[in-house]
């Protein structure tokens, strides 16, 4: 599915979310580690920074469109079952123009 993507593209986002993912866990800590009464380190807006540091990395890469694939090598246009039948017709009714020789050529026995 993500095959287009290239080697050096998925490390960049790797390192992105490590990078995210470990701000948050040592936040969390941080946190969890203050007492109630204190102002919280951990903020909607410090997070929604994060998200939005980590969403202009992410998301030019995973929208990356799939290349498209190759045309195929130029091949004889295969007719389609009218068009086989309109060329039938049509060979058959030059046949039916010229009156086919049924006489036995008896001469020749």
Do not use: C
């Amino acid at each position: 599915e993500y095959a287009h993507i290239e080697e050096e593209e998925r490390d960049t986002l790797r390192k992105e979310v490590r990078e995210t993912e470990n701000w948050m866990y040592d936040m969390i800590s941080q946190q969890g580690s203050l007492p109630a009464h204190v102002e919280p380190i951990l903020t909607v807006e410090g997070i929604n920074v994060k998200r939005n540091a980590l969403f202009k990395v992410s998301n030019p890469i995973m929208t990356k469109p799939k290349p498209k694939p190759a045309a195929p090598a130029s091949q004889p246009a295969t007719p389609t079952p009218e068009e086989s039948k309109n060329a039938e017709s049509k060979s058959a009714e030059g046949k039916d123009s010229e009156p086919m020789d049924t006489t036995e050529n008896k001469e020749s026995k």
